[in-house]
């Protein structure tokens, strides 16, 4: 019967994840009511499983969900978390404080750490880092490709003059998008921008932008297009689609689900 429980505890936190996903995906908003149901869903499922089965464990459950709230607010604060992202990781505190043992073992040797059975929501967190980190490596290999393909330099105009550093970054968050994508797709902000001319014989100052936000982002896209439609500079520049953490979150538990703690797995084979 316990199984029964892990089973409908995991099955609810992946129909209210893969749904904020979408959503987050679409229209870059997750509304609240998802976690005003997914929250008391999962409370009610652990409590009475943990209350029929394993008493003892209480306080351990009391203990994760207040360490993964600590983390959540923490990460929202600092800006490396929205405000779904962080109410999502604390709805996962509810609904999968430990590793479901009784449902499913891990693929990989080792995968089961002592942390993913004592905080299984960090073990979520790092195996989402770990992820959104690979796409930062997958978007670094394909512009560089492009650049080795074409011969075309990664920056130019002014753009070359721009720290290493803020290339660097533009290197592994973003990708050259025409300017008809961003105008059509309000998810997709741009990472530079441009100034007027001193004088009008000049060419226009273009400066990387490695903080996209919604402030201002409509100017910049117009600054843009206006440029590009008078020939000073191309059609294709450097943006991001910032794909929703939600996304990564969601891929994080199944890997957490299938093959462990990736960072377990991957420490412990260095270092055992």
């Known amino acids: 019967m316990q199984v029964i429980f892990d089973a409908a505890r995991v099955a609810v936190t992946f129909a209210f994840l893969v749904y904020a996903s979408w959503s987050d995906y679409k229209t870059r908003e997750v509304s609240d009511s998802v976690w005003i149901f997914y929250a008391p869903i999962a409370l009610g499922l652990t409590l009475t499983e943990f209350l029929v089965y394993e008493s003892s464990q209480l306080w351990l459950f009391g203990l994760c969900f207040g360490i993964t709230v600590g983390f959540s607010l923490l990460l929202f604060y600092s800006g490396g978390f929205g405000g779904a992202d962080s109410k999502a990781l604390m709805c996962i505190a509810l609904a999968l404080p430990f590793f479901p043992v009784s449902l499913v073992t891990p693929l990989m040797s080792g ?23 690979a796409s930062a490596l997958y978007l670094l290999f394909r512009n560089l490709s492009r650049k080795a393909a074409t011969g075309a330099p990664l920056f130019d105009g002014t753009l070359a003059q721009e720290s290493l550093g803020k290339k660097i970054l533009v290197l592994v968050t973003g990708q050259k998008f025409p300017i008809a994508t961003l105008k059509a797709k309000w998810h997709v902000y741009p990472m530079e921008d441009i100034s007027a001319q001193e004088n009008d014989g000049d060419s226009p100052k273009r400066k990387l932008v490695v903080v996209p936000n919604d402030e201002g982002r409509d100017d910049i896209v117009a600054r843009l297009s206006k440029a590009a439609e008078e020939g000073q500079i191309e059609s294709k520049v450097w943006a991001t689609p910032g794909l929703p953490m939600l996304i990564f979150i969601t891929v994080g538990l199944a890997v957490a689900l299938t093959f462990g703690d990736i960072i377990w797995v991957l420490v412990a084979s260095l270092f055992g």
Do not use: E, K, R
């Open 111 to 133: 995968g089961l750490s002592p942390l993913s059975q004592m905080l299984f929501p960090v073990t979520i967190l790092n195996n989402t880092v770990l992820i959104a980190a």
